[in-house]
């Protein structure tokens, strides 16, 4: 999740030709025009998004209808649409010894897993606070305890920006058990929903081939396996998978649609009665301008389509700090030294 890298990487069509005659000279340059409009200028690329200049996946909406989950999904949470939030993943919040008291005190907290107590997480939710678990479902991460759990063959390439992670095979079986591990772990710390970062791996240069059908076929099978200890599972980005998934989530998290302007992927959410989790990344954050923030919140422009959504200015480390729409901030405590789970002290 995230960690989502927002720096883009210009792709420019590079060629020649030979100058013989002036009309072979015009043809070469319709030539290059045409080829150019085909392929586009450039190619945005960040850590969850492979696709044209205008930030759009390259691939379109799984076709066929929505599938219809093996589990009774009126048994699960599902949080209301404009539920507020808070996302804390680079340090584990300050141990509390009374949920209530942890500020901003808002209803859903989105946190990862590996790095807080079953402890913290009861006194949370004794405060009426329900528990987005986070962790990598797409990822092999080289500081996570079971990372050599993983077989050679199911690591694909490196991760855009982040050179400690590699795509996984979403199919293979030894990373699904891999995963059954990790829902009942979380089932374990009394984690009320799931948040799989990373099932768009079909999505960029995984180096496995990938495809959306296998990504859609892994989230379902994620929210089957969290479904049986009465956990929630919320679709990570990876908009292409709505149509196909919508039945067996009970809400998104998204990141940046507004920055690319994609949030109308993402709209189906909300129409269903499901929230959608949207995190912003403005580069001047902590200190965002007041028309920056109003236009993040404006639902115009790149905003649009966003009604409804539980929209967080947030800074790319996922910290303690944070923004919201009515102009209010806060900053969770997190604990200041710390092994994380990264296996690095901070």
């Not at 390439?157 to 590699?166: A, F, I, Y």
């Not at 990373?175 to 059954?180: F, H, P, S, W």
């Not at 690319?260 to 001047?284: L, Q, R």
């Not at 944070?322 to 200041?336: A, H, L, P, R």
Request: proline share 7%; charged share 20%.
């Amino acid at each position: 999740m995230n960690k989502t890298d927002p720096a883009v990487e210009a792709r420019r069509p590079k060629g020649s030709f030979f100058r013989t005659k002036k009309f072979l000279i015009a043809i070469a340059v319709v030539v290059v025009i045409v080829i150019a409009l085909a392929v586009g200028l450039g190619v945005g690329l960040t850590r969850n998004r492979e696709g044209g200049d205008d930030g759009k996946s390259k691939y379109p909406p799984l076709s066929g209808p929505p599938d219809i989950p093996p589990y009774n999904v009126s048994n699960l949470w599902q949080p209301a649409v404009g539920t507020p939030w808070q996302i804390i993943l680079k340090k584990p919040i300050v141990p509390v010894s009374n949920g209530s008291d942890i500020t901003p005190y808002e209803t859903v907290y989105d946190l990862d897993m590996a790095d807080h107590s079953a402890d913290t997480f009861a006194k949370l939710r004794a405060a009426g606070i329900s528990i987005i678990c986070y962790f990598s479902a797409g990822s092999w991460e080289n500081w996570r305890s079971d990372k050599d759990q993983f077989p050679a063959a199911d690591l694909g390439k490196v991760l855009n920006g982040w050179p400690n992670e590699k795509w996984l095979n979403v199919s293979s079986p030894a990373v699904r058990d891999i995963m059954k591990a990790r829902i009942k772990a979380a089932a374990s710390k009394g984690c009320t929903a799931i948040d799989p970062d990373n099932v768009d791996g079909y999505d960029n240069d995984n180096g496995l081939g990938l495809t959306g059908e296998e990504a859609a076929d892994y989230v379902k099978f994620l929210a089957t396996e969290a479904a049986s200890y009465n956990m929630s599972t919320g679709l990570k980005n990876a908009g292409a998978l709505i149509p196909r998934v919508i039945n067996f989530v009970q809400f998104s998290v998204n990141e940046q649609c507004i920055q690319f302007a994609e949030c109308k992927n993402f709209k189906p959410f909300i129409d269903a009665n499901k929230p959608v989790f949207n995190i912003e990344y403005p580069p001047s954050a902590p200190n965002v301008p007041a028309n920056v923030a109003a236009d993040i919140c404006s639902h115009q422009g790149k905003a649009a389509y966003t009604e409804g959504f539980s929209t967080v200015i947030k800074t790319l480390d996922l910290m303690g700090w944070v923004q919201y729409c009515d102009g209010k901030t806060f900053n969770t405590s997190t604990v200041t030294t710390f092994t994380n789970s990264r296996g690095a002290s901070s």
